[in-house]
């Protein structure tokens, strides 16, 4: 069992930047792939980004690529995703989830392990 806590979000005007982080407990962090996840109301859960273990393979959704960086501590168990120039629509509840896949996927069903979630809101 993975246990995963995010932190980090919060309000933030356009244009501004906010990193969220992710603290992994339970088995050995450098195991697993990791993602990040958002929902806005109303909306389907989206991909965000995603990491291999150890780091060297990352991918990125079109819509937040060169805006989002992702990146991982093993030694502190710990995934981040640094967000700059953000826009109101960036605007969602982000989750970090971890899967025992070889590599990364954008498929939230491929992922066995999830935080709760941290509110990110972006006012105009």
């Known amino acids: 069992q993975v246990h995963l806590v995010e932190s980090g979000g919060g309000l933030v005007q356009a244009g501004g930047s906010l990193t969220v982080s992710c603290v992994a407990s339970g088995r050995t962090f450098s195991d697993y792939a990791m993602g990040w996840f958002r929902q806005a109301p109303g909306k389907d859960r989206e991909f965000v980004a995603a990491i291999n273990w150890s780091g060297g393979v990352i991918s990125y959704a079109d819509s937040v690529k060169g805006r989002f960086t992702i990146s991982r501590d093993n030694a502190k168990s710990t995934l981040y995703l640094q967000m700059n120039s953000l826009k109101p629509e960036d605007t969602a509840l982000y989750y970090c989830?971890?899967?025992?896949?070889?590599?990364?996927?954008?498929?939230?069903?491929?992922?066995?392990?999830w935080g709760q979630g941290t509110q990110v809101t972006v006012s105009s």
């Open positions: 989830a971890a899967t025992r896949i070889i590599g990364i996927s954008p498929q939230g069903a491929d992922y066995s392990y």
